[in-house]
């Protein structure tokens, strides 16, 4: 079955019946006409983005099925669109999905994820700044509103905006007109935007923490994606494309997903979806040995299962020092697992451990390890 999945994959064409392939998009007026080959029900729907060689957007499920209808029609209008969904489920795909099926994908695409700006520099990433607009503008920045002239903008965590960067938001958004910082004339912009969220923007708005008038106006279009836990017919197909993609990346070209790993797969929660999913197999297809992967609760360090066997005899040392190593060896091991769930997301991370994001980076530099090696590659849903 494993063999079958990835077979199927492959051979996705515009043609096949019971298929969604929108394949490369980035060839002028293909997008369209290839969404509208999607069944209603039933069948394999791909989808690959520009510039991309793999398919990162796979499933077979009812609730896939839906989020390909909602994504058709969301690409065929220009209004904002508010994605939701746990961490992990693919919302900026998603994004990337709607932007290049519909009219605005021969314009640039630009992510920017809200938890990463400052809440002193939100207006000046935003909407950029004219020179001498404050001590450290020695040059004129044009914002991230201006680059995406034409195109769409992506506010990924967009709950993680403070109280300053909300009334900018909204201001914008009212007529899609803004100012740089320091400057004295407005500017009309000519962008779609797209914001994602993780958390239930509703209930930060009734607790006071979210403008309630920001959220009317990110509310107008949502796209709702399905955690992978209620996606149980896709885990299969998407653990065989992952092994596919990876053996193809590090040139184990025949490397194939174990047929005993399927009854696990079926069964895992996935707390990290399909994040958590493809960093495990990932790390699977390097250090395998053979031509097959095989997936299970023994499966080395899976996410959600934390292995802190110190591989020494405690009782040989002293108390204190056989605490301070069995410690070293809990963090290391909780840190690895929580930035492989977050794709080396250190603000989420924080978020989700409970701890201060200062904190966390220095056990992160104490350990050594390198945000960057868990960073999202290809990430695919």
Request: net charge neutral.
């Amino acid at each position: 079955m494993a063999d079958a999945v990835v077979d199927l994959i492959r051979s996705v064409a515009p043609t096949t019946p019971g298929a969604w392939s929108i394949g490369d998009l980035s060839e002028p007026g293909c997008a369209q006409d290839r969404v509208r080959e999607a069944p209603d029900t039933g069948g394999v729907l791909a989808l690959r983005l520009p510039g991309r060689g793999e398919f990162v957007f796979i499933g077979e499920s009812a609730a896939f099925a839906r989020v390909q209808r909602l994504i058709e029609k969301l690409s065929t209008c220009d209004a904002h669109v508010l994605i939701k969904g746990e961490t992990g489920t693919g919302k900026e795909l998603a994004a990337r999905s709607i932007h290049y099926s519909g009219a605005r994908r021969e314009g640039p695409f630009l992510p920017l994820n809200c938890g990463a700006i400052p809440e002193n520099l939100v207006e000046s990433e935003l909407f950029g700044h004219v020179r001498g607009a404050f001590t450290d503008a020695r040059e004129a920045y044009s914002g991230i509103v201006a680059q995406a002239e034409g195109g769409t903008l992506f506010l990924d965590e967009i709950e993680a905006l403070g109280p300053r960067g909300q009334v900018a938001l909204l201001r914008f958004l009212q007529d899609l007109e803004y100012r740089p910082v320091g400057g004295s004339a407005p500017r009309s912009a000519n962008v779609r935007v797209i914001a994602a969220s993780n958390v239930d923007l509703s209930m930060l708005a009734h607790n006071g923490t979210y403008r309630q008038d920001l959220l009317f106006r990110l509310n107008v279009l949502v796209l709702e994606m399905p955690s992978l836990r209620s996606r149980s017919d896709d885990v299969v197909l998407l653990a065989g494309a992952f092994v596919d993609r990876f053996g193809q990346r590090y040139g184990k070209r025949r490397m194939r997903l174990h047929p005993a790993s399927i009854d696990w797969l079926r069964s895992h929660a996935w707390p990290g979806n399909v994040r958590e999913l493809e960093n495990l197999v990932h790390r699977e297809v390097l250090l395998s040995d053979g031509d097959t992967v095989l997936l299970g609760p023994s499966t080395g360090q899976a996410p959600g299962i934390l292995n802190c066997d110190t591989g020494v005899t405690l009782t040989g040392s002293a108390f204190r020092q056989a605490k301070a190593h069995v410690v070293a060896e809990f963090e290391r091991a909780y840190l690895i697992e929580l930035l492989a769930r977050t794709g080396g997301n250190v603000a989420q991370a924080a978020r989700l451990c409970g701890q201060e994001r200062s904190r966390l980076n220095k056990l992160v530099r104490k350990h050594g390890l390198n945000r960057t090696d868990f960073s999202r590659d290809g990430q695919s849903a």
